[in-house]
């Protein structure tokens, strides 16, 4: 049972403009919530995370959105770059924070 | 490199055999996780160490995976009699402080 998913397995923008990556789950108990980027023969790499006590939470070009009613977060890339390509996969977890849910990934493509 | 090692990068090994994979976490992280991702999935929890105790390995899908980490650094994830539904990428990450986890490279496992 997927308790986190990522419903659209591919996407891409062109140079410039705005990457939105969506993602759900389906725990209530999840409370910490990560994104991690993954390029191809490397493990992912941790870009940005958010809490449940907040709703926004910027760093740089990427802000992560949660909205915990409809259990859904969000991860917006503005201006996407050709760089931004990689499969970028959310995380959730409980409070206690030793299980960390994957979704199944979102294979990102910017086009120059 | 201060990062997260795994060895070996690739492993083929015939039907039954034996298989042990290693992670190196990064020095003075007490925080240690094994995933496994098939392809096209997300990365899915096998086990979790704070230093040299196993917490949980609720997520080891069988007795033939067991995982050690003797001196609370180096963890060893075993595969005895190895079947061709083990063949995955096994991931191990590290983490100070349970907010963020960094992944090595991962170990891409071929049972033939």
């Known amino acids: 049972d997927q308790q986190v998913k990522q419903n659209s397995p591919s996407l891409s923008v062109q140079e410039g403009r705005i990457s939105i990556l969506n993602c759900d789950y389906t725990n209530s108990m999840f409370d910490y919530f990560l994104w991690y980027k993954k390029y191809p023969a490397e493990g992912p790499t941790f870009l940005i995370s958010?809490?449940?006590?907040?709703d926004k939470n910027e760093d740089g070009r990427f802000t992560v959105f949660l909205n915990k009613s409809a259990k859904h977060l969000s991860l917006h890339i503005v201006p996407s770059q050709p760089g931004d390509s990689a499969v970028y996969f959310c995380?959730?977890?409980?409070?206690?924070?030793?299980?960390?849910?994957f979704g199944t990934g979102t294979s990102l493509t910017v086009i120059p | 490199g201060a990062g997260v090692s795994q060895s070996p990068r690739y492993k083929v090994a015939k039907r039954g055999q034996d298989v042990a994979l290693r992670c190196d976490p990064i020095s003075g992280h007490v925080s240690l996780f094994w995933y496994q991702q098939a392809l096209g999935q997300g990365p899915e929890f096998l086990t979790y160490?704070?230093?040299?105790?196993?917490?949980?390995k609720s997520g080891l899908p069988s007795d033939r995976f067991f995982a050690e980490r003797p001196e609370g650094s180096v963890s060893t994830l075993k595969i005895q009699r190895t079947q061709q539904e083990d063949s995955a990428v096994y991931l191990c990450a590290s983490s100070l402080d349970e907010t963020e986890q960094f992944f090595g490279p991962g170990t891409r496992l071929t049972v033939l």
């Open positions: 958010i809490s449940s006590i907040k």
């Open positions: 160490f704070q230093n040299e105790a196993q917490l949980d």
């Open positions: 995380a959730a977890s409980p409070s206690f924070r030793n299980q960390f849910y």
